[in-house]
């Protein structure tokens, strides 16, 4: 059973209320001892490639990316994985548009080498 702390960050403690300057990013949480929201600074993942704290990681195999690497990263992670693993790994990170080519093209040549 978890604890309601109101408006407190369940990571952090600091006031998420209206005002605050953490109201308009926080999020609902629990985290199984305390119920309340989570401020944007504590959503933030630490990318594994780059080591910066983002709030686009996305997690696969264990391992957290953001969007600016993943694809630069893509050879790396996506080189023994089968066209279905690599769809999926693409699908996961939720790319933006200019992407888009530049993922059905390694996907392509991918498909080829096999």
């Known amino acids: 059973m978890s604890i309601n702390i109101g408006n407190g960050c369940i990571e952090c403690y600091k006031d998420t209320s209206e005002g605050s300057g953490r109201f308009v990013n926080r999020i609902p949480a629990d985290n199984d001892v305390f119920d309340g929201y989570m401020c944007h600074e504590c959503q933030l993942i630490e990318c594994d490639r780059c080591r910066e704290l983002k709030d686009d990681c996305s997690g696969y195999s264990h391992i957290y990316i953001c969007e600016d690497c993943v694809f630069e990263a893509g050879q790396e992670y996506l080189e023994g994985m089968n066209e279905d693993q690599c769809k999926k790994f693409l699908y ?23």
């Open 92 to 114: 996961d990170f939720k790319f933006k548009k200019e992407k888009e080519k530049e993922i059905r093209d390694f996907l392509n040549k991918k498909k080829k080498e096999n």
